[in-house]
């Protein structure tokens, strides 16, 4: 979709050279940093897209993944 928006001058040139030292487009620049900026700001998304793949897939009983899932998050900084 396209939108017009206004963006102050320092940061459309930032996001200008962000985007030529990454080889994007300044769109893609523009719609990961909203992408981010959504996802930050509404968590329960991404807790609801985690929870439609489970539901999916469905969960397994996996005895060595609960482990090693607990010991990745204890060093994990919500």
Do not use: C, Q
Request: without cysteine.
């Amino acid at each position: 979709m396209k939108v017009a928006v206004s963006i102050p001058d320092p940061i459309f040139v930032d996001a200008d050279l962000l985007a030529k030292r990454l080889g994007l487009s300044r769109s893609e620049v523009y719609a990961r940093a909203l992408g981010e900026f959504v996802g930050h700001h509404l968590p329960d998304r991404v807790t609801k897209a985690v929870n439609d793949v489970i539901d999916a897939v469905g969960e397994a009983d996996d005895a060595f993944a609960a482990e090693a899932a607990r010991r990745a998050f204890r060093h994990t900084e919500w």
